[in-house]
Nanobody, 125 residues
Framework: VQLQASGGGMVQAGGSLRVSCAASGGTFRSYAVAWFRQAPGKEREFVAGSWKYGSTTYYADSLKGRFTISRDNSKNTVSLQMNSLKPEDTAVYYC???????????????????WGQGTLVTVSS
């Protein structure tokens, strides 16, 4: 699938932001979709995911409770609601999708073959 991310921007610490990703060109509902982020000088890290057919969601332990992933299979979209943002959440956020990823690899960015272009989220202190 082709992915197009949107919704990044700048927000003050403690604020909220929602990023979204629109998919096209595939059977979206059969894909696992996930959000990753990459801060300057750091490796890309897993944020949150929605398993195939939206059967379950999964999160990075450190972000659970602040971030919520949701998907709408009828609109081929996936969103990430981010609350209580901190300066350390500043990063480029990427959406990714795969219909081949296995459960044990669903937090591994290398398991995803389709990527959006990324959207920058900046949290100021």
């Amino acid at each position: 699938v082709q992915l197009q991310a949107s919704g990044g921007g700048m927000v003050q610490a403690g604020g909220s932001l929602r990023v979204s990703c629109a998919a096209s060109g595939g059977t979206f509902r059969s894909y696992a979709v996930a959000w990753f982020r990459q801060a300057p000088g750091k490796e890309r890290e897993f944020v949150a995911g929605s398993w195939k057919y939206g059967s379950t969601t999964y999160y990075a332990d450190s972000l659970k409770g602040r971030f919520t992933i949701s998907r709408d299979n009828s609109k081929n979209t996936v969103s990430l609601q981010m609350n209580s943002l901190k300066p350390e959440d500043t990063a480029v956020y990427y959406c990714a999708a795969s219909d081949r990823v296995i459960v044990s690899e669903r937090r591994n960015p290398q398991a995803y073959g389709d990527w959006g272009q990324g959207t920058l989220v900046t949290v100021s202190s």
